[in-house]
């Protein structure tokens, strides 16, 4: 029980082929309650497909994924209800308000207490201004806000982000910050693809380079790290993984 309650998500030996070609090569990682792993690595070596295989979006060629002690099957739905997936595509519909949106996902998903949560997270996200607002005239950053609302809606335990960052000013960074942090102290477990190395420095705990479909090292950030560090060490792993 100790163990289901240390390790959220366990992912051993997944493989994924996509069109002859091996673009994920035995990726073996584990989760912690609570705690932030940053993917990071170069333009096409795999993080998105990874991600999309974790969260059921595409079927992993060959591995396990367990979440809290719990295979995830084909068609499991732990994986919709408790993972919370961010990414490239908003998955919003145009024509639909803020409000509209959430309401929509919130009855997919089963949700309870919608209408009083709706509100709180429209405002949890800094939109409650435009909250009738058909969402066809959003900025990409305000897309990205909703996008993020629509994640935390279910109350998922893992949170799965695939670039969050990108697209936002320096307001939506630090508010995504923020939300990122909080949930993190409420023993949310985080896992984020990002290109952006200081915000990777700001929120992780640990580091894991995907290069070429494998994981080639991962690094655990203390206290000390800096920001300079965690480059160089990159760059060091990926020239020489
Ligand atoms: N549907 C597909 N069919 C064939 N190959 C694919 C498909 N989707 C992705 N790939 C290939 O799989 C590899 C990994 O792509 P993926 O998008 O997962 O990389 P990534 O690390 O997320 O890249 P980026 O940092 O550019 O977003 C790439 O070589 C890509 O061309």
């Known amino acids: ?17 996509l069109a002859d070609k091996l673009v ?7 989760l ?13 070596a795999g ?30 739905l732990i994986a919709k209800r408790k993972i ?3 990414g490239h595509e908003s998955y919003l519909y145009s024509s639909l308000s803020s409000v509209e949106n959430l309401l929509f996902y919130g009855k997919l998903y089963k949700v309870n207490h919608l209408e009083e949560k709706i509100p709180l997270l429209l405002k949890e996200v800094g939109l409650h201004l435009f909250k009738d607002v058909p969402i066809r005239s959003f900025s990409r950053g305000m897309i990205q806000r909703l996008s993020i609302a629509r994640v935390l809606l279910s109350e998922p335990e893992i949170l799965m982000l ?3 960052h990108t697209g936002l000013d320096q307001e939506a960074v630090a508010l995504l910050n923020r939300i990122i ?14 290109h952006d190395f200081e915000q990777v420095h700001k929120l992780a705990d640990r580091v894991a380079v995907l290069k070429s479909g494998r994981i080639i090292d991962t690094l655990t950030m203390g206290e000390e790290s800096n ?7 990159y760059e060091k792993v990926v020239t020489e993984g």
Do not use: H
């Open 47 to 76: 993080k998105s497909t990874f991600f999309k295989c974790v969260v059921g979006l595409l079927q992993p060629s060959s591995g396990d994924i367990s979440f809290a002690g719990r295979q995830l099957t084909k068609k499991s």
């Open 1 to 17: 029980m100790m163990k289901e309650m240390a390790d959220m998500l366990e992912i051993k030996n997944l493989t994924k082929v």
């Open 32 to 44: 912690n309650k609570g705690e932030v792993l940053a993917v990071i690595g170069p333009n096409g």
């Open 162 to 164: 695939d670039e969050p």
């Open 227 to 233: 920001l300079y560090e965690m480059k160089e060490w």
């Open 84 to 86: 919370g997936f961010l």
């Open 181 to 194: 942090l909080s949930k993190k102290a409420a023993g949310i477990s985080i896992i984020l693809i990002s």
């Open 24 to 30: 994920l090569k035995n990726i073996t990682l584990t």
